[in-house]
Protein backbone atom coordinates (compact mmCIF):
# COMPACT_ATOMS: atom_id res chain seq x y z
CA UNK A 1 0.00 0.00 0.00
CA UNK A 2 1.63 3.45 -0.99
CA UNK A 3 2.35 6.01 1.30
CA UNK A 4 0.21 9.43 1.32
CA UNK A 5 2.40 12.57 0.31
CA UNK A 6 2.28 15.37 2.31
CA UNK A 7 3.16 18.67 0.80
CA UNK A 8 4.62 21.51 3.15
CA UNK A 9 7.13 24.48 3.22
CA UNK A 10 9.28 26.73 5.05
CA UNK A 11 11.93 28.75 5.73
CA UNK A 12 15.47 29.10 5.92
CA UNK A 13 15.31 32.83 8.15
CA UNK A 14 18.14 35.12 8.49
CA UNK A 15 18.19 38.62 10.16
CA UNK A 16 20.39 41.47 8.93
CA UNK A 17 23.05 40.16 10.50
CA UNK A 18 23.55 37.06 9.04
CA UNK A 19 22.18 34.77 11.76
CA UNK A 20 19.91 31.66 11.07
CA UNK A 21 16.58 31.38 13.30
CA UNK A 22 16.04 27.79 14.34
CA UNK A 23 13.67 26.51 16.71
CA UNK A 24 13.43 23.79 19.42
CA UNK A 25 10.79 21.63 19.39
CA UNK A 26 10.76 17.78 20.42
CA UNK A 27 14.46 17.55 21.41
CA UNK A 28 15.81 19.11 18.10
CA UNK A 29 16.62 22.55 16.72
CA UNK A 30 14.70 22.72 13.54
CA UNK A 31 13.57 25.04 11.17
CA UNK A 32 10.16 26.49 10.77
CA UNK A 33 7.74 24.59 8.30
CA UNK A 34 3.94 23.35 8.01
CA UNK A 35 1.43 21.49 5.79
CA UNK A 36 -0.04 23.22 3.02
CA UNK A 37 -3.67 24.01 3.39
CA UNK A 38 -6.35 23.63 0.33
CA UNK A 39 -5.68 26.04 -2.56
CA UNK A 40 -2.74 27.90 -1.26
CA UNK A 41 0.70 28.36 -3.10
CA UNK A 42 3.52 26.77 -1.64
CA UNK A 43 5.29 30.00 -1.09
CA UNK A 44 2.71 31.20 0.95
CA UNK A 45 2.43 28.65 2.76
CA UNK A 46 5.96 28.99 3.49
CA UNK A 47 5.48 32.40 4.63
CA UNK A 48 2.17 31.88 6.36
CA UNK A 49 4.07 28.34 8.67
CA UNK A 50 7.45 30.53 9.24
CA UNK A 51 4.55 33.49 10.34
CA UNK A 52 2.75 30.90 13.02
CA UNK A 53 5.57 29.10 14.65
CA UNK A 54 8.05 32.10 15.15
CA UNK A 55 5.76 35.47 15.08
CA UNK A 56 7.78 37.12 12.94
CA UNK A 57 5.61 39.42 10.45
CA UNK A 58 7.98 41.40 8.69
CA UNK A 59 9.63 38.49 6.15
CA UNK A 60 11.03 38.71 2.70
CA UNK A 61 10.27 35.50 0.85
CA UNK A 62 13.69 34.82 -1.17
CA UNK A 63 14.35 31.77 -3.43
CA UNK A 64 13.65 28.19 -3.39
CA UNK A 65 16.42 26.55 -1.62
CA UNK A 66 15.67 22.52 -1.89
CA UNK A 67 12.84 19.94 -0.87
CA UNK A 68 13.59 17.47 1.52
CA UNK A 69 11.66 14.52 2.07
CA UNK A 70 11.03 12.14 4.96
CA UNK A 71 8.76 9.36 6.45
CA UNK A 72 6.54 9.91 10.08
CA UNK A 73 3.53 8.65 11.20
CA UNK A 74 0.61 10.76 11.40
CA UNK A 75 -1.10 10.69 14.03
CA UNK A 76 -4.84 11.93 12.28
CA UNK A 77 -4.63 9.48 9.62
CA UNK A 78 -3.17 6.94 11.68
CA UNK A 79 -0.52 5.94 8.84
CA UNK A 80 2.91 6.71 7.68
CA UNK A 81 2.94 9.21 5.70
CA UNK A 82 5.70 10.97 3.34
CA UNK A 83 6.36 14.53 3.78
CA UNK A 84 7.71 16.55 0.73
CA UNK A 85 8.76 19.60 1.90
CA UNK A 86 9.76 22.85 -0.07
CA UNK A 87 12.27 25.14 1.40
CA UNK A 88 12.58 28.68 0.90
CA UNK A 89 15.20 31.45 1.84
CA UNK A 90 13.98 33.96 3.87
CA UNK A 91 14.77 37.74 5.37
CA UNK A 92 13.29 39.06 8.83
CA UNK A 93 13.43 42.57 7.70
CA UNK A 94 12.34 44.80 10.12
CA UNK A 95 14.61 47.72 11.23
CA UNK A 96 13.53 47.13 14.62
CA UNK A 97 14.27 43.17 15.47
CA UNK A 98 10.80 42.01 16.23
CA UNK A 99 9.90 40.03 19.58
CA UNK A 100 9.96 36.19 18.39
CA UNK A 101 6.92 34.06 19.98
CA UNK A 102 7.38 30.59 19.83
CA UNK A 103 4.10 28.53 19.16
CA UNK A 104 3.46 26.33 21.83
CA UNK A 105 0.77 24.63 20.06
CA UNK A 106 3.43 22.76 17.60
CA UNK A 107 5.24 22.53 20.90
CA UNK A 108 7.80 24.89 19.92
CA UNK A 109 9.74 25.29 23.24
CA UNK A 110 12.48 28.42 21.89
CA UNK A 111 13.42 30.17 19.21
CA UNK A 112 17.32 31.06 18.63
CA UNK A 113 18.83 33.79 16.72
CA UNK A 114 22.30 31.54 15.51
CA UNK A 115 25.32 33.28 13.88
CA UNK A 116 27.02 30.97 11.49
CA UNK A 117 29.89 30.61 13.30
CA UNK A 118 27.41 28.74 16.58
CA UNK A 119 25.72 26.84 13.84
CA UNK A 120 27.18 23.49 13.21
CA UNK A 121 27.22 22.72 17.01
CA UNK A 122 23.15 23.33 16.79
CA UNK A 123 23.17 21.23 13.52
CA UNK A 124 24.37 18.01 15.86
CA UNK A 125 21.18 18.04 17.11
CA UNK A 126 18.62 17.84 14.32
CA UNK A 127 17.38 16.15 11.56
CA UNK A 128 19.40 14.62 8.40
CA UNK A 129 16.83 17.05 6.29
CA UNK A 130 17.56 20.08 8.38
CA UNK A 131 21.40 19.58 7.29
CA UNK A 132 20.38 18.85 4.06
CA UNK A 133 18.50 22.56 3.83
CA UNK A 134 21.48 24.28 5.05
CA UNK A 135 24.03 22.44 2.65
CA UNK A 136 22.14 23.67 -0.56
CA UNK A 137 21.66 26.81 0.94
CA UNK A 138 25.28 27.66 1.97
CA UNK A 139 27.02 25.09 -0.50
CA UNK A 140 28.55 22.26 1.81
CA UNK A 141 30.62 24.22 3.33
CA UNK A 142 29.55 23.45 6.76
CA UNK A 143 31.33 20.60 8.75
CA UNK A 144 29.21 18.08 11.64
Known sequence: MEQPIITAAGGLVQ???????LIYRRGF?????????PGESIPTCALREVQEETGLQTLNVGPFICMTTHTYFDTWLQKDVVKETHWYSMNASALVPEKLIPQ???DIEKLEW???D???QYLLQ???TIRTVFDAFI???LKF
Open 126 to 128: TYP
Open 114 to 116: VPM
Open 15 to 21: NNEGAFL
Open 29 to 37: WDLPKGKLD
Open 104 to 106: TEE
Open 118 to 120: RLP
Open 139 to 141: GGT
